[in-house]
Each structure stands twice: as structure tokens, then as C-alpha cells.
């Protein structure tokens, strides 16, 4: 254990140390790499959790059956491409004519690429691979987990609050697991004036599956309806999201 801590200090003052213009290139390679691979993806949903949730669990079931059934309708599911829950989404995308996406970043430990996917990004950086996550989707599903979880959560919540993205979704599946984290929110941070009542509006509690997908399909005709209003019925993505209507 001494070895394995001394060996990612030693990582950590080289990056520290390397210069600043090398670090720049790999920032750059980073979002390339993404924009480059992902951009032409269709209608895409991003499913965040838990790397250490295992195989027996419900909600590794859950996902799994969740990305399976978006799969079913056309939808490309996208993951952090890692073990637990990223593997069940993966994996339940996975047996679908769709991309089952996992965008991996380099890290000491957890972070193994899922045999589940038919695309794959590696990233140097959490930043870059987040903007990814983010970027290409119409909609995000946050499973349990950790801090990395609960850091995509807020991150998504703060786009979304703030207009950098729109249209979107979060869906928060695990009503036992995180009810205390909501409740948290409106208490304190509704309470206390922190954030607005219709800030809370943008998270969508549930355990019911089926709902999260009509959800979903509903976003997407409305997505299409905008695109319609604003003439971009011959964009590439018009087509994408038209090519899944009903």
C-alpha cells in the first residue's frame, strides 16, 4: 500500500512539475478527441453512478433495464464506462442496434473499462471527459453514488439552472438513497434563500422506469417541435431526433 501511495505522489508532482504548455496540449487533445468522436452522435441519454456497485444489486439491475428499455426506442446511452452502474448501463444498451458510449478516464483505481460498449474515449482529465457527459445528451439519469456521482448531479443541476444547456432532463432514480439529499436541498438551501422554487422543479425523484423513459419521449418531441418553429428541419440533428418519433 506504501508503494502503491508513493508511486501516485511521484505521479502527481511530475504532472505538477511538467510544464504548463505541455499540460495545454493534452487539454486540447482531450476535447478534440471528444468533439471529434462524439459530435455526430443521435438522440443520446447519460447515465451516471456508482463504480462500486455490484452485479447483485437493484439498482445495477435497474440500470441495466433502464438503458435496455431506451435502447429499444433508438436512444444511444452514454456512460463514464467504468464498473457498477456504468457497466449495467452498458450493458443494457449493449444488446441494442445503438451506441453503448463509455467515455473512461485514467485514474489508480476503480476505473476499468466495462466490456459493454461499442465506443470508447479515454481522458486524461475529469473536466474535458464532464463536458462530454454532458454535452451530447438530451437527458441525464443519476443512479447512487459517490462523490464523482454527486459532483455530475450538481454540475448537471448548475447547467441546467443557469441556461448552459436546455432542454434537458435529470432524473434521480433511488428514492430511499437520496429523498435525505432533496430534502436537504429544499430545507436549506430553499430555505435559506440560496436557490428558487423552481429550481427544485428541475429534479425528477422517482423509482418507476417506465416513467423516465416517457419522460424522455415527451422531451423529444418537444426538442423537435423547437427545431420545427426555428426552421432547422434540414440540420443533421433535426434528422437524428425525427428519425425516433412515433
Known amino acids: 500500500m506504501v508503494n502503491v501511495e508513493n508511486e501516485r505522489t511521484k505521479k502527481y508532482i511530475k504532472d505538477i512539475k511538467s510544464a504548463d504548455v505541455w499540460s495545454v496540449f493534452k487539454i486540447i487533445a482531450d476535447f478534440v478527441k471528444g468533439f471529434d468522436e462524439l459530435g455526430d452522435l443521435g438522440p443520446t441519454v447519460t447515465i451516471f453512478g456508482s463504480a462500486r456497485t455490484e452485479e447483485g444489486n437493484r439498482y445495477y439491475k435497474q440500470a441495466t433495464e433502464l438503458a435496455s428499455k431506451l435502447g429499444s426506442y433508438g436512444y444511444n446511452v452514454m456512460t463514464g464506462g467504468g464498473p457498477g452502474i456504468m457497466e449495467a448501463a452498458n450493458r443494457g444498451a449493449h444488446k441494442h442496434d445503438v451506441e453503448s458510449i463509455g467515455l473512461n478516464i485514467d485514474l489508480p483505481f476503480e476505473q476499468v473499462l466495462n466490456p459493454y460498449t461499442s465506443k470508447e474515449l479515454r481522458f ?123
Open 124 to 246: 486524461d482529465y475529469f473536466f474535458s471527459r464532464k463536458v462530454m457527459l454532458v454535452k451530447y445528451s438530451m437527458a441525464y439519469v443519476i443512479f447512487p453514488g459517490g462523490f464523482g456521482t454527486l459532483d455530475e448531479l450538481f454540475e448537471a443541476l448548475t447547467l441546467v439552472q443557469t441556461r448552459k444547456v436546455t432542454g434537458v432532463k435529470i432524473f434521480i432514480v433511488g428514492s430511499g438513497f437520496y429523498q435525505p439529499l432533496l430534502d436537504f436541498i429544499e430545507d436549506k438551501l430553499l430555505g435559506d434563500g440560496m436557490i428558487d422554487k423552481e429550481d427544485l422543479e428541475m429534479i425528477q425523484l422517482t423509482d418507476d422506469l417506465d416513467s423516465v423513459v416517457d419522460e424522455i419521449e415527451v422531451s423529444l418531441s418537444n426538442q423537435i417541435k423547437v427545431l420545427e418553429d426555428a426552421g432547422l428541419k434540414n440540420t443533421g440533428y433535426y434528422k437524428s431526433l425525427s428519425s425516433l418519433r412515433k
